[in-house]
């Protein structure tokens, strides 16, 4: 196994147990936001608009968590609350992105922001607020804790990569 491995086996154990998909960057040439897999943002992303958007805003928050090297919070440009957390193994560094999620106020306000966004990106309001009540809701407590599985299954399965080395 080897570290790219043993980081994918993290994302797909922490979806596993909370239901959110992170996709990996290895470094600020490869920001392709369209590759996320979670639909409300594919379909979002539809519109090249909304995608130059995203991309900058990964980009952003990659370099943040990147120079910081401590995750970075953020609400994405569709407004969704996302993280950027650093990974570092040896010589070996890059940003896990996690799939958004929304707090109950902003489902409760999808009416709103589903018609901000179709005349923002000319999309049709049914489909982004019909995407945007699919969204996992957390509050912050569950938001913390989440992340706090996700630097935690990182760090375990690095452990594990470590160990077969020294053994290999």
Known sequence: ????????SAM??????????????L???EIKSASERNYFCKCLKSSSA???KCEECTQEYYNEARNANE??????????????????????H???????????????DAEVWSGYLSSE???PKEMIKNNL??????????MNASIKLLKDLVAYNLELYKATQVKG
């Open 50 to 52: 909304a995608l130059k």
């Open 27 to 29: 470094d600020s040439t």
């Open 121 to 123: 990106y000319d999309l």
């Open 133 to 142: 009540n699919k969204m996992v809701v957390m509050n912050e407590e569950q």
């Open 71 to 92: 995750e970075c919070i953020y609400s994405c440009h569709a407004g969704l609350i996302k993280w950027a957390v650093p990974v570092n193994c040896d010589d070996f």
């Open 12 to 25: 797909q154990e922490y979806r596993e147990i909370t239901g959110l998909r992170s996709y990996l960057i």
């Open 94 to 108: 890059c940003v896990i992105i996690s799939e958004g999620i929304l707090a109950q106020q902003q489902l409760e």
């Open 1 to 8: 196994m080897n570290i790219l491995e043993s980081l994918k």
